[in-house]
């Protein structure tokens, strides 16, 4: 039935945020678990800093805001519980029954299959930008499920680097909140030393370090923004971009960082890989993670479960859910 007062993309929108796949994201881990403190990022506050930079993205490049937003904070909906490790040894325990696990994959799954509030389908009932925008989701910790040759539609990649923006920048702030690392680690890093000068320039010298990083990884996501939109824009222009069938005959991707600047997030991309998620605290709560996973799988496994019954359980999981439930 046609919705009066919302437009197909805002009815999407609508329906992912009152689904209970996206309340879970609420406690489970982006990079550090929740008992390190109120302020860092979980999977849900990484999602809405996502879907604020894909909306900036598609204003700026005059595209659909709706389905950028949408599609951003539905991309995560199938993440499991503790992070990338828990996705991977989620992976590993489906492997000796012949399946695997992706998480784009089972975000299309909830939003198609699983969730269950309606009366007359299964799923949400999204549109098919929507889930073709999942699907083809993509960033270095990604692996999209459709491998068909036709790249996704403007909003859906835009999503791709506004998750990129948002997971580096946020992984900055959260890294020397944690005491990992310091800002003088960070000095001879193209993107924070720009985005440090930009920062010292607008308001002056700032004695609080409080201030000082919030203000450098604001500006530093601003930068990445604006370069974006920037090349973006270019590459529009230089492939005679006029219709969404353009968009997806292209050869190339279209929305893409400027070289100067992807190098620039490698370089920062690197570094948070040392200092960061292979750092020796960082893993210590991956291991945990991991073992909880193996031992819920064998558990649920050895209860007469599915395989598939478990994939769906396990990865619909937050955090704490899954620590109590081994507990039990």
Request: charged share 30%.
């Amino acid at each position: 039935m046609e919705d009066k007062n919302r437009l197909p993309f805002q009815v999407d929108r609508d329906r992912i945020i009152h689904s209970k796949a996206f309340r879970r994201l609420k406690d489970k881990t982006q990079v550090f678990v929740s008992h390190h403190g109120d302020h860092y990022r979980n999977r849900l506050t990484h999602t809405l800093e996502v879907a604020q930079i894909a909306r900036d993205l598609a204003r700026m490049l005059g595209l659909n805001e709706d389905l950028a937003e949408t599609i951003a904070l539905a991309h995560d909906l199938g993440h499991t519980p503790f992070g990338h490790a828990g996705e991977t040894t989620l992976n590993e325990c489906l492997a000796e029954y012949g399946l695997h696990f992706e998480h784009n994959e089972q975000s299309k799954r909830i939003v198609t299959e699983l969730e269950h509030s309606y009366p007359d389908f299964n799923g949400l009932n999204l549109s098919i930008e929507v889930i073709y925008g999942l699907m083809k989701h993509e960033t270095t910790w990604d692996r999209p499920g459709l491998e068909d040759g036709v790249h996704p539609s403007l909003e859906a990649q835009i999503v791709n680097l506004a998750d990129e923006i948002a997971y580096q920048n946020h992984d900055v702030d959260d890294g020397l909140r944690s005491g990992l690392f310091k800002e003088e680690d960070l000095k001879n890093l193209a993107l924070w030393g720009t985005a440090s000068e930009y920062a010292e320039r607008y308001y002056g010298y700032m004695d609080d370090p409080k201030i000082r990083i919030a203000r450098t990884v604001s500006k530093m996501i601003g930068i990445m923004i604006d370069g974006t939109a920037k090349e973006t824009s270019e590459r529009l222009g230089l492939f005679k971009i006029g219709t969404l069938e353009d968009v997806y005959k292209c050869p190339e991707k279209l929305a893409l960082f400027p070289q100067k600047m992807a190098r620039a997030n490698t370089e920062l991309k690197e570094f948070l890989m040392k200092n960061l998620y292979f750092s020796e605290e960082v893993l210590s709560h991956a291991k945990h993670g991991q073992g909880i996973i193996k031992e819920l799988f064998a558990k649920l496994m050895a209860e007469g479960k599915s395989p598939e019954e478990v994939r769906d359980f396990l990865s619909g999981m937050t955090d704490s859910f899954a620590e109590d439930l081994l507990l039990q």
